[in-house]
């Protein structure tokens, strides 16, 4: 316990100097490109692809440098309230399983078509709903623990043998994080985590596990207690030499802010420091943006508003800036995810080409904008107010379309998934309003605004 007590102080200290205003720069040195070779990908979005579909995906994730697969879980615990029923994406013969919704084998479709490729691939266990609201205070996170390392020793036992090049490793499932029902029970978080890790350790010393925690703004604990906190669970669990802690940069999901992420990665890294074993520090840059309404506690009590709808791919800009923070602690770099996010067979390919030219151009992003939106037009409807305009033209493709009104922001169209009609209606709108539209590509350029008429 000394040595433990010892450790924490040692971290938080040099977490403090670290970000303190007296503090020197960081190492110039990156400990990694800023690139990503990796992808979580989630079960319910592979179970319908054929063999046609995993092979035209496996194609474009080598094109953009993929190395790494993540399977995220293939067993998943409904909420209670609910039902609580579990769903699995493989071929189990546990007895929990007995009445589970079963859906086709993502593991052995994962690793069949990642044969003689030099696609690695981490398996995801199980995950169960209320881990959100629950964390580790109640039973159902130990009991889906031990679920777990059942199926750890069954997928092995199934799998390995046949397809002992791809199978690389395992992924933990439950993300922890600073958010109070994880922070009060890390001793239980310590005891699951190594139910599963004892059970993979006697299969299989040789197969690291990664885990992906993320660090919260809102309503959770604060750096330094996050940190010590770390210290303790990296060195309760029976982490082995070769383990992976890969840390969500929480960005996309705006649990933190883009300015506080070399903050957050030096935290990561004393917590690694710490740790009894030799354990890999990767990051988990995340490719996306979620959407939130507004609300009376915006950025305080709740993560901020977006002016974004859905859930769309973040434009190259940011994304970048994120992997050149995170390169400077991590040793390496994956996301979620290109399958969700980058790939052309769901999204528009223009993110994807974007990318692929930044990795062409040595890390260098495109700079060219899109031209100004013509032909803008607004006219009076029975509903409002009609806007209508032309497509700007771009080198590489139009990601959204803003659109101010009055000077305040109105609306965007997103290009992301599909491509809507260049139109919308403003229902509360009149004639006399002003609106003004901004075209911007995917590496974030924007074109010169255009006024309606």
Same mark, same amino acid.
Request: some cysteine.
């Given at each position: 316990?000394?040595?433990?007590?010892?450790?924490?102080? +040692?971290?938080?200290?040099?977490?403090?100097?670290?970000?303190?205003?007296?503090?020197?720069?960081?190492?110039?040195?990156?400990?990694?490109?800023?690139?990503?070779?990796?992808?979580?990908?989630?079960?319910?979005?592979?179970? +319908?692809?054929?063999?046609?579909?995993?092979?035209?995906?496996?194609?474009?994730?080598?094109?953009?440098?993929?190395?790494?697969?993540?399977?995220?879980?293939?067993?998943?615990?409904?909420? %209670?309230?609910?039902?609580? /029923?579990? @769903?699995?994406?493989?071929?189990?013969?546990?007895?929990?399983?007995?009445?589970?919704?079963?859906?086709?084998?993502?593991?052995?479709? $994962?690793?069949?078509?990642?044969?003689?490729?030099?696609?690695?691939?981490?398996?995801?266990?199980?995950? *169960?709903?209320?881990?959100?609201?629950?964390?580790?205070?109640?039973?159902?996170?130990?009991?889906?623990?031990?679920?777990?390392?059942?199926? $750890?020793?069954?997928?092995?036992?199934?799998?390995? @043998?046949?397809?002992?090049?791809? *199978?690389?490793?395992?992924?933990?499932?439950?993300?922890?994080?600073?958010?109070?029902?994880?922070?009060?029970?890390?001793?239980?978080?310590?005891?699951?985590?190594?139910?599963?890790?004892?059970?993979?350790?006697?299969?299989?010393?040789?197969?690291?596990?990664?885990?992906?925690?993320?660090?919260?703004?809102?309503?959770?604990?604060?750096?330094?207690?996050?940190?010590?906190?770390?210290?303790?669970?990296?060195?309760?669990?029976?982490?082995?030499?070769?383990?992976?802690?890969?840390?969500?940069? $929480?960005?996309?999901?705006?649990?933190? %802010?883009?300015?506080?992420?070399?903050?957050?990665?030096?935290?990561?890294?004393?917590?690694? %420091?710490?740790?009894? $074993?030799?354990?890999?520090?990767?990051?988990?840059?995340?490719?996306?943006?979620?959407?939130?309404?507004?609300?009376?506690?915006?950025?305080?009590?709740?993560?901020?508003?977006?002016?974004?709808?859905?859930?769309?791919?973040?434009?190259?800009?940011?994304?970048?800036?994120?992997?050149?923070?995170? +390169?400077?602690?991590?040793?390496?770099?994956?996301?979620? @995810?290109?399958?969700?996010?980058?790939?052309?067979?769901?999204?528009?390919?223009?993110?994807?080409?974007?990318?692929?030219?930044?990795?062409?151009? /040595?890390? %260098?992003?495109?700079?060219?904008?899109?031209?100004?939106?013509?032909?803008?037009?607004?006219?009076?409807?029975?509903?409002?107010?009609?806007?209508?305009?032309?497509?700007?033209?771009?080198?590489?493709?139009?990601?959204?379309?803003?659109?101010?009104?009055?000077?305040?922001?109105?609306?965007?169209?997103?290009?992301?998934?599909?491509?809507?009609?260049?139109?919308?209606?403003?229902? +509360?709108?009149?004639?006399?309003?002003?609106?003004?539209?901004?075209?911007?590509?995917?590496?974030?350029?924007?074109?010169?605004?255009?006024?309606?008429?």
């Amino acid at each position: 316990m000394l040595a433990l007590i010892k450790k924490i102080i +040692s971290a938080v200290v040099a977490f403090i100097i670290s970000v303190s205003p007296f503090a020197s720069a960081p190492d110039p040195e990156p400990k990694c490109a800023p690139e990503f070779n990796g992808t979580f990908l989630q079960s319910w979005l592979s179970s +319908s692809w054929d063999d046609e579909r995993w092979q035209t995906e496996i194609e474009n994730m080598q094109k953009a440098g993929i190395k790494y697969l993540i399977l995220q879980d293939v067993a998943n615990k409904a909420y %209670k309230s609910s039902g609580g /029923g579990w @769903s699995i994406y493989y071929d189990s013969a546990l007895p929990v399983f007995d009445t589970a919704e079963r859906s086709p084998d993502v593991i052995e479709a $994962a690793l069949r078509n990642c044969k003689g490729t030099d696609i690695k691939v981490f398996v995801g266990l199980a995950m *169960f709903d209320d881990f959100w609201t629950e964390g580790a205070i109640t039973a159902q996170y130990a009991e889906m623990c031990a679920v777990a390392a059942d199926m $750890a020793e069954e997928i092995y036992g199934k799998y390995y @043998s046949c397809y002992s090049e791809n *199978f690389y490793g395992w992924y933990f499932t439950p993300e922890f994080n600073n958010i109070l029902t994880c922070q009060v029970n890390i001793n239980g978080l310590c005891k699951g985590l190594n139910v599963i890790l004892d059970r993979i350790n006697a299969v299989n010393p040789d197969l690291p596990l990664l885990f992906s925690p993320f660090f919260a703004e809102y309503l959770a604990a604060g750096p330094v207690v996050t940190l010590a906190n770390l210290v303790r669970l990296l060195n309760g669990a029976h982490l082995r030499d070769g383990d992976i802690f890969a840390p969500q940069d $929480a960005v996309g999901a705006l649990w933190t %802010k883009e300015d506080n992420l070399e903050r957050n990665w030096k935290m990561y890294a004393q917590a690694v %420091k710490a740790a009894n $074993a030799d354990i890999r520090l990767w990051a988990n840059c995340e490719n996306f943006n979620l959407s939130f309404a507004d609300t009376a506690f915006d950025g305080i009590l709740t993560r901020p508003a977006t002016e974004n709808t859905q859930v769309v791919t973040a434009t190259l800009d940011r994304f970048v800036r994120q992997m050149q923070a995170a +390169s400077l602690y991590a040793e390496n770099i994956i996301t979620f @995810s290109y399958n969700h996010y980058f790939s052309p067979e769901l999204v528009n390919p223009i993110f994807i080409e974007t990318y692929l030219d930044y990795l062409k151009n /040595g890390h %260098k992003l495109e700079s060219e904008a899109p031209s100004a939106v013509e032909n803008f037009k607004k006219s009076s409807a029975e509903n409002g107010v009609s806007l209508s305009w032309d497509a700007a033209s771009d080198n590489f493709g139009i990601a959204y379309y803003r659109v101010e009104k009055n000077g305040e922001f109105f609306a965007r169209v997103e290009m992301c998934f599909d491509s809507p009609e260049l139109a919308l209606t403003d229902e +509360s709108g009149k004639i006399s309003d002003s609106y003004v539209i901004t075209a911007f590509d995917a590496a974030g350029n924007a074109s010169a605004s255009s006024a309606a008429v």
